[in-house]
């Protein structure tokens, strides 16, 4: 089984390498070759690219244009557009996600879908200016009355989450609440584009770290992001290999499982048992208490991590890898389903010591618990990358550097 490490290093958008002999970098028959590439799996990209050295400049100039950010951005926005809202995704974290991440890797497209973006609430001010900047125009609530402003609902808004004020480390929204739809998720705004109505875009706020609402989706598939530098894929093997997407069962929708039987893929609702054992399998988690093995991150080894071109020169660095952390656990029971069922694990960090809010997988939390709470009413600085810095050691302790 070839790794996502091994597909990192070649479908990198980025970096030609440039056969001599063929200055282009391209086979002769150039435009050809894409119309069987994109027929072609990841892996067996890979596998091509390993053929020879005309076949890798091939492939890594394919990477190039078929992973490129603009393809799926462009629908939506203009060319300078694009970078502008690559930019303030980098300025408020504000991450794509869903069907619009899933596209960008699967090198397709869905014309019924909208652009899914996601943004703490407390962000979401500058992401609906820019908006209506661009050219999108917000759909009246129903529920708020036909003539509520953005700036009458964004009051609203600022009521409800003064009113929610969790502490350091808390139980995820999500599972107190029992579904997605849940406490986790605050608003969606859906916006139109004034010149072009069937182009949508869903703004979809958060309480929290916007990973809290995706790792709550109705089945893996769907669980890849894309910040303003890096487009990340959570469980690449299965998804775009294996074309399976396992339920997780808190939130569970039939009507979204069927959509994405209909996209091809495989809907599991229970693992395998060789594969929840298997330690290069996605859904490896042998037990309910499982070691820091079956602890997974944003940007770890069993993650497709695909860079963004071109590199936006923004001070804010990606997405803070480490700090956003989760695990899969597989029930060791038979629910009244009849059979037994996967959830994912984590809980939410929350401090004034911390710029953002983060999820954190169990294991790490009790690490991390005790040494935040020493802080706390000693330091007035953040310290985001202070803490990922601890937790980047506390990983590479148990599974060495990446």
Not at 224 to 240: G, R, S, V
Not at 308 to 334: C, D, R, V
Request: proline fraction near 6%; include cysteine.
């Amino acid at each position: 089984m070839l790794s996502p490490t091994a597909i990192n290093r070649v479908l990198q958008p980025q970096n030609v390498l440039v056969d001599q002999t063929n200055p282009d970098g391209h086979l002769p028959i150039g435009p050809v070759t894409d119309n069987v590439f994109k027929y072609l799996s990841p892996l067996d990209l890979v596998r091509f690219s390993r053929t020879s050295r005309q076949g890798y400049v091939a492939i890594t100039d394919y990477g190039k244009h078929a992973f490129s950010i603009t393809n799926l951005l462009g629908r939506y926005f203009s060319p300078t557009d694009v970078l502008g809202f690559r930019f303030l995704q980098a300025q408020t974290r504000t991450v794509i996600s869903g069907s619009s991440a899933l596209q960008f890797f699967e090198r397709v497209y869905y014309p019924e879908s909208d652009l899914d973006i996601y943004v703490e609430a407390r962000r979401v001010e500058p992401v609906a200016e820019w908006l209506t900047y661009a050219g999108y125009e917000l759909l009246p609530d129903p529920l708020e009355g036909q003539v509520a402003s953005l700036d009458e609902r964004l009051l609203k808004l600022d009521k409800k989450m003064r009113e929610h004020c969790p502490g350091m480390f808390k139980q995820s929204l999500v599972e107190e609440e029992g579904t997605y739809l849940g406490r986790c998720m605050v608003k969606v705004y859906n916006y139109y584009r004034k010149i072009d109505p069937t182009k949508r875009i869903q703004l979809i706020l958060t309480y929290n770290s916007p990973l809290e609402l995706i790792l709550a989706f109705h089945s893996t598939c769907v669980m890849n992001i894309i910040t303003h530098d890096t487009a990340y894929a959570l469980f690449p093997y299965a998804t775009f290999e294996q074309k399976v997407t396992l339920v997780i069962e808190k939130s569970r929708d039939e009507r979204c499982l069927e959509k994405y039987r209909t996209r091809g893929w495989k809907v599991l609702n229970q693992v395998p048992q060789a594969e929840a054992y298997d330690p290069r399998s996605d859904f490896y988690a042998p037990s309910r208490v499982e070691g820091i093995g079956a602890v997974r991150y944003v940007g770890d080894k069993r993650c497709w991590t695909i860079p963004l071109s071109p590199e936006m020169g923004t001070e804010k660095p990606e997405f803070t890898k480490y700090l956003n952390s989760w695990q899969l656990i597989h029930s060791a029971y038979t629910s009244n389903r009849g059979y037994p069922t996967s959830d994912v694990k984590f809980k939410i960090l929350r401090s004034r010591m911390l710029e953002n809010s983060y999820t954190v997988a169990l294991k790490p939390a009790i690490f991390l618990e005790p040494i935040l709470l020493a802080l706390e009413d000693h330091i007035g600085q953040k310290l985001d990358h202070d803490v990922e810095n601890l937790l980047r050691n506390y990983f590479e302790s148990f599974n060495g550097p990446e």
